[in-house]
């Protein structure tokens, strides 16, 4: 969250006279109590004269193709002469008779921007009227020229005091678990704590921040109002404010504070809506009452719904998505954004004010299945204090009819009640047991009452009452958490334990990583594939609907919308990662990932168990049921060259072969030797792709990748993949460690003619088979085909090594060896030896 310095300061500083605070110190409060701050910056300094000054005539020059004025403004005697300053403006946000900013000849504005006097437009121009974004308050161009009230001050008086440019904006990382931060509101709190300064709540005391609340409402139904139970909204509420002036802007200082916390200034029933947002951390919306159709009904929407956002953009929308409704259709996608249909525009004269409290998962789901992340959408996630839903309607109606005059209407509605809070009972000592720190029965208790919470002693127990802001105080747990937080975690002593002798990695693990380091010692390069994936990554590839890879686990809460299921396979994640790499010029080079996939067991859906007590026997038996099968996948793709051309020769691709190489350099760091057959599955290409085996069971499959599959992913022709089960590879102790022979090894050649369907893998085990226990090594190194051979023969080349553990082997002994593979060839294939 953005966040000025002043601004927390000014609201501390109401209730702690003469407290005062630097930058550096401000940034360590906030780490003490447990934010992060992601970096703070300076407003951009402006030197040289930049004073107030009065417009006082302004000349409409109409002979441009855009408009130019050509302003005279009174300046004192900030100029030497007195005389009005003559300055060329094409903004048009300001009239005769309004306070500006004028940065005079000699100012030079953020950026290194310097001003001047110069003639333009048929004009002398001597200095500039002002914007936010000219002055560094706002990034944003459009921002519009600084019009102040006249009570700012005198003409030629410095603008800097009453702009408030010594200030500095903060970024505070703010966790998801702690919502109620997201405000002014929730930060002062923290930082009382962090300084020990007295905390007054400026939702029970608006004056704090300047406001003043009205005087109660009239509980009673503005319009008709219907909140359907399946939104799960907590609570609803409705206030109006008739007879708005919609040509008044948002005074300087509510503009200011949005600005600095990174919002854009609209128009002042919006700005009244975001400045509520930012101070007490509750999202509002402001809806054109004039735009509004009968009454409102909270609802989910139908499936095909469009809904046009303010952003412009028309969605379609889920049964999940709850929206607010008039007669005429939707008015708002409820907790993330409204609609075009009755936004505020240059003729609202009637508001209604809607503050709610919807349900944190309803909101996150739709945001993620939108895409559409809102200021909004990111506090309701997080959680909104239901209390404050009518405090916010009042002091926005309230700021409303301050600023752009109006009346507001007595009726106020509301639905639905304040939860109440579960109480939590703890041992006044646990938190002492659980930090080994000695903290007091006071000590404690001062310090959840500091976070807001009701704290009743009950002898050596405490019953503690979150407060309505914190629901994610649940368990004692988090109780000490808040303890040890204001505390201070530098109190708590680090002592690493020692750790146990006689225990290290399993031999499970030092598999997975053995095969880590082969594949990246191999020429891999590692990346960690994501364990989700878009399920229309199998239709590209064609795969049939019992597809077993098909049997994918959906998640409920996914990071992305598009990828919403866990992972069957790696090779989608790792061929998204060829095709960006591709993308972005690199077109040579082969990658490795080692990660779990998941297979659906069961029905596929997880219990959901409350967290207040421990799950019984049945409920814990049904969720490990319910878990799917993950076992240990690794994966090969590769594309392009795998070596190059130079000096030394010509290059190679990477191919089928290579794919199956990898596999082979998997199982060899797993102390197995794979078997291969021919195999043919999607998204591999027929004839290019084997089946990886251990004990005649299929473990993977490598190989070249189906030409149409990589056209339809977009992917280089060529490009070629492996993917093996690890855990599906036999956990062998290769002990006792082999007996190396002293003897030499004698070579010899055998060359078997043989059918061109005959796998020349079958083959090579034969041969290893019938040349008995004296052979160590049989390769293939020739594949011939001729017309002498014969159509559909081909001639399978093998290298034999024999080798003896006990004495030096004969010629004889070894040409014995080789007939009897021959012989066994010619049983089982009807292999010919070529002489």
């Known amino acids: 969250?953005?966040?000025?310095?002043?601004?927390?300061?000014?609201?501390?500083?109401?209730?702690?006279?003469?407290?005062?605070?630097?930058?550096?110190?401000?940034?360590?409060?906030?780490?003490?109590?447990?934010?992060?701050?992601?970096?703070?910056?300076?407003?951009?300094?402006?030197?040289?004269?930049?004073?107030?000054?009065?417009?006082?005539?302004?000349?409409?020059?109409?002979?441009?193709?855009?408009?130019?004025?050509?302003?005279?403004?009174?300046?004192?005697?900030?100029?030497?002469?007195?005389?009005?300053?003559?300055?060329?403006?094409?903004?048009?946000?300001?009239?005769?008779?309004?306070?500006?900013?004028?940065?005079?000849?000699?100012?030079?504005?953020?950026?290194?921007?310097?001003?001047?006097?110069?003639?333009?437009?048929?004009?002398?121009?001597?200095?500039?009227?002002?914007?936010?974004?000219?002055?560094?308050?706002?990034?944003?161009?459009?921002?519009?020229?600084?019009?102040?009230?006249?009570?700012?001050?005198?003409?030629?008086?410095?603008?800097?005091?009453?702009?408030?440019?010594?200030?500095?904006?903060?970024?505070?990382?703010?966790?998801?678990?702690?919502?109620?931060?997201?405000?002014?509101?929730?930060?002062?709190?923290?930082?009382?704590?962090?300084?020990?300064?007295?905390?007054?709540?400026?939702?029970?005391?608006?004056?704090?921040?300047?406001?003043?609340?009205?005087?109660?409402?009239?509980?009673?139904?503005?319009?008709?109002i219907d909140v359907r139970e399946e939104t799960n909204t907590v609570r609803f509420g409705l206030r109006k404010v008739t007879g708005v002036d919609p040509a008044v802007e948002s005074p300087f200082w509510l503009q200011r504070e949005l600005m600095l916390s990174g919002q854009r200034p609209v128009n002042v029933a919006t700005d009244v809506t975001n400045y509520i947002m930012l101070l007490l951390g509750t999202p509002m919306h402001a809806f054109d009452a004039g735009k509004i159709n009968g009454g409102l009904t909270v609802r989910n929407a139908q499936a095909g719904e469009k809904f046009e956002t303010l952003d412009h953009l028309?969605?379609?929308?889920?049964?999940?998505?709850?929206?607010?409704?008039?007669?005429?259709?939707?008015?708002?996608?409820?907790?993330?954004?409204?609609?075009?249909?009755?936004?505020?525009?240059?003729?609202?004269?009637?508001?209604?004010?809607?503050?709610?409290?919807?349900?944190?998962?309803?909101?996150?789901?739709?945001?993620?299945?939108?895409?559409?992340?809102?200021?909004?959408?990111?506090?309701?996630?997080?959680?909104?204090?239901?209390?404050l839903v009518e405090i916010a309607l009042d002091l926005a109606c309230s700021l409303l009819v301050d600023i752009a005059g109006g009346t507001i209407d007595a009726g106020r509605t509301l639905i639905g009640e304040v939860p109440g809070m579960p109480t939590i009972t703890m041992p006044v000592t646990r938190p002492s047991e659980l930090a080994g720190v000695e903290y007091s029965a006071e000590t404690v208790v001062a310090r959840l009452e500091e976070v807001g919470c009701a704290v009743e002693v009950n002898g050596t127990d405490l019953t503690v009452t979150p407060p309505t802001w914190r629901s994610d105080l649940t368990m004692s747990a988090d109780l000490v958490e808040e303890v040890l937080r204001l505390e201070g975690l530098e109190a708590i002593p680090t002592i690493v334990p020692t750790a146990p002798a006689g225990r290290g990695l399993s031999d499970a693990q030092k598999r997975r990583r053995a095969v880590g380091h082969a594949l990246a010692y191999a020429g891999y390069a590692e990346i960690i594939p994501s364990p989700?994936?878009?399920?229309?990554?199998?239709?590209?590839?064609?795969?049939?609907?019992?597809?077993?890879?098909?049997?994918?686990?959906?998640?409920?809460?996914?990071?992305?919308?598009?990828?919403?299921?866990?992972?069957?396979?790696?090779?989608?994640?790792?061929?998204?990662?060829?095709?960006?790499?591709?993308?972005?010029?690199?077109?040579?080079?082969?990658?490795?990932?080692?990660?779990?996939?998941?297979?659906?067991?069961?029905?596929?859906?997880?219990?959901?168990?409350?967290?207040?007590?421990?799950?019984?026997?049945?409920?814990?038996?049904?969720?490990?049921?319910?878990?799917?099968?993950?076992?240990?996948?690794?994966?090969?793709?590769?594309?392009?060259?795998?070596?190059?051309?130079?000096?030394?020769?010509?290059?190679?691709?990477?191919?089928?072969?290579?794919?199956?190489?990898s596999a082979r350099t998997v199982a060899r760091a797993a102390g197995v030797e794979l078997e291969l057959a021919n195999a043919d599955l999607l998204p591999w290409h027929p004839g290019r792709c084997a089946a990886l085996l251990i004990d005649a069971q299929v473990v993977g499959y490598a190989g070249e990748l189906h030409p149409q599959v990589l056209e339809r992913a977009g992917l280089p022709a060529r490009t070629c993949a492996m993917e093996i089960n690890i855990d599906a590879l036999p956990l062998r102790e290769n002990l006792p460690a082999p007996v190396l022979s002293a003897f030499p090894a004698l070579h010899q050649d055998i060359a078997l003619v043989v059918d061109e369907d005959v796998p020349s893998e079958h083959v090579r085990a034969v041969v290893e088979e019938g040349a008995g226990e004296l052979i160590e090594a049989v390769e293939l190194f020739d594949v011939y085909r001729s017309e002498q051979l014969g159509e559909g023969k081909k001639s399978l080349a093998f290298s034999l090594l024999f080798r003896a553990n006990d004495r030096t082997l004969t010629d004889e002994e070894a040409n014995v060896a080789r007939l009897q593979a021959a012989e066994l060839a010619k049983e089982r294939f009807g292999a010919e030896m070529r002489g």
């Not at 009755?342 to 789901?365: G, N």
Request: charged letters at 20%.
């Open 314 to 387: 028309k969605r379609d929308l889920s049964e999940e998505d709850v929206v607010i409704c008039d007669e005429s259709g939707i008015q708002s996608m409820a907790g993330v954004m409204g609609g075009v249909t009755s936004e505020i525009s240059e003729t609202t004269t009637d508001v209604y004010f809607e503050s709610a409290v919807w349900d944190p998962k309803t909101v996150a789901r739709t945001s993620r299945r939108h895409k559409l992340s809102s200021e909004a959408s990111r506090r309701f996630e997080r959680g909104v204090d239901p209390a």
């Open 532 to 661: 989700f994936m878009n399920p229309e990554t199998f239709d590209v590839w064609g795969l049939d609907a019992d597809d077993e890879r098909r049997k994918t686990v959906a998640v409920l809460n996914p990071l992305e919308a598009d990828n919403n299921v866990l992972s069957t396979s790696l090779l989608p994640s790792m061929l998204e990662a060829v095709r960006r790499n591709v993308a972005r010029g690199h077109n040579d080079f082969s990658l490795f990932g080692v990660q779990q996939v998941s297979f659906e067991r069961g029905t596929g859906v997880s219990p959901m168990p409350a967290v207040t007590e421990r799950p019984s026997g049945e409920i814990v038996t049904e969720l490990l049921e319910s878990l799917p099968e993950q076992p240990l996948h690794a994966v090969t793709v590769a594309t392009g060259n795998i070596e190059f051309a130079g000096p030394w020769g010509q290059g190679r691709a990477y191919t089928f072969a290579d794919a199956i190489e």
């Open 1 to 224: 969250m953005l966040i000025a310095q002043n601004w927390v300061t000014g609201l501390l500083g109401h209730s702690n006279p003469g407290w005062s605070v630097s930058t550096a110190e401000l940034d360590t409060g906030y780490v003490r109590v447990g934010f992060e701050t992601e970096g703070h910056a300076d407003i951009p300094a402006a030197t040289g004269p930049l004073v107030l000054g009065v417009v006082e005539s302004i000349e409409e020059l109409t002979e441009f193709k855009k408009p130019i004025r050509h302003c005279f403004v009174n300046v004192g005697d900030a100029n030497g002469t007195g005389e009005p300053q003559s300055i060329i403006c094409g903004a048009r946000n300001f009239v005769e008779g309004d306070t500006v900013v004028v940065a005079l000849p000699g100012a030079v504005l953020p950026g290194d921007f310097a001003i001047g006097e110069r003639e333009t437009y048929g004009r002398m121009s001597a200095g500039m009227i002002c914007s936010a974004a000219e002055l560094g308050l706002t990034d944003k161009q459009n921002s519009g020229i600084i019009t102040l009230p006249a009570t700012a001050g005198t003409p030629g008086d410095d603008a800097r005091p009453v702009l408030g440019l010594e200030d500095t904006v903060f970024e505070v990382n703010v966790t998801p678990d702690r919502g109620y931060a997201l405000s002014a509101r929730g930060l002062t709190r923290e930082l009382a704590s962090a300084f020990n300064l007295t905390f007054t709540d400026v939702a029970l005391e608006p004056a704090v921040a300047g406001l003043e609340n009205t005087a109660p409402a009239v509980s009673g139904e503005l319009i008709p």
